[in-house]
C-alpha cells in the first residue's frame, strides 16, 4: 500500500521568507501528485497537481509554485511568503485510482 | 466544470443514532464518489468509495448510497461513536477514478457520548 511522507508536520515561518515542502511516496509508481492547501475549518482547495516528472499544473494564481523533480517526489516552495500563505497544506497521490492523503503541514506565517 | 455541495455542515448526534450527510453534483458524467473522514491536525483518511456501475455500498457501520438520476449521494453511519466525531468530505469525479476530484465544503459531525 502507498505511503505519503510529508514533513515538517508545523511550521512558523515570518513574512517575506522562503519556503520548501516537500512530499515523498512510496508504495506505488507514476502516481498523480497534488497539493492542496486548507484554510481552519474550511474545505480544500487544489493548488497544484502533477502527472509526471516536471509537468506541473496550477489551479490558483499565487505566490507559491511546486516542482516535481522525481517521480515520487513533491516540492512546493515560495520565494518570499505573505500572511495569506498560512494555512494547512496537503500532498496527495493516486494509487489504484483512488487519491490518498499525507498528514499535512501546518504553516503558520507571522 | 463540476461542482458539489454538501449538507449539513454540522451534525450532532447522540451516540449510538445514525448520521447521515448528503451531497449532490452537478456533471452528469461523474462516477466516482469517495468520502473522507478528518481527524482535527490530520490529513482526510479514505473511508469508503462508489462508483457509478452500483448504487450501495457498506464496509461495516458505514454505507454509501447514489442515485445517479437525481445526482446525488449520501453517507450513513450507523451505531455512531465518539470516535466517529470529525469532518467529513464528499467529492465526485467526472475524469473518472481519483483524477480531478471535485470536493464538497465538508461536514463537521459530533457524537455526544
Known amino acids: 500500500s502507498q505511503t505519503i511522507h510529508q514533513w515538517p508536520a508545523t511550521l512558523v515561518q515570518p513574512v517575506g521568507s522562503p519556503l520548501s515542502l516537500e512530499c515523498t511516496v512510496e508504495?506505488?509508481?507514476?502516481?498523480?501528485l497534488y497539493w492542496y492547501r486548507q484554510a481552519a475549518g474550511r474545505g480544500l482547495q487544489l493548488l497544484f497537481y502533477s502527472v509526471g516528472i516536471g509537468q506541473i499544473s496550477s489551479e490558483v494564481p499565487q505566490n507559491l509554485s511546486a516542482s516535481r523533480p522525481q517521480d515520487r517526489q513533491f516540492i512546493l516552495s515560495s520565494k518570499k511568503l505573505l500572511l495569506s500563505d498560512s494555512g494547512f497544506y496537503l500532498c496527495?497521490?493516486?494509487?489504484?485510482?483512488?487519491?490518498?492523503f499525507g498528514s499535512g503541514t501546518q504553516l503558520s506565517v507571522l | 466544470g463540476e461542482n458539489v455541495e454538501q449538507h449539513p455542515s454540522t451534525l450532532s448526534v447522540q451516540e449510538g443514532d445514525s448520521a447521515v450527510i448528503k451531497c449532490t453534483y452537478s456533471?452528469?458524467?461523474?462516477?466516482?464518489f469517495p468520502w473522507y473522514k478528518q481527524e482535527l491536525g490530520k490529513g482526510p483518511q479514505l473511508i469508503i468509495d462508489i462508483r457509478s456501475n452500483v448504487g450501495e455500498k457498506k464496509d461495516q457501520r458505514i454505507a454509501v448510497t447514489l442515485n445517479k438520476t437525481a445526482k446525488h449521494f449520501s453517507l450513513h453511519i450507523t451505531e455512531t461513536q465518539p470516535e466517529d466525531s470529525a469532518v467529513y468530505f464528499c467529492a465526485a469525479s467526472p475524469m473518472g477514478g481519483a483524477n480531478n476530484l471535485f470536493f464538497g465544503t465538508g461536514t463537521r459531525l459530533t457524537v455526544i457520548p
Open positions: 496527495a497521490a493516486t494509487s489504484a485510482e483512488k487519491l490518498f
Open positions: 456533471d452528469s458524467a461523474s462516477n466516482y
Open positions: 508504495g506505488t509508481s507514476n502516481p498523480n
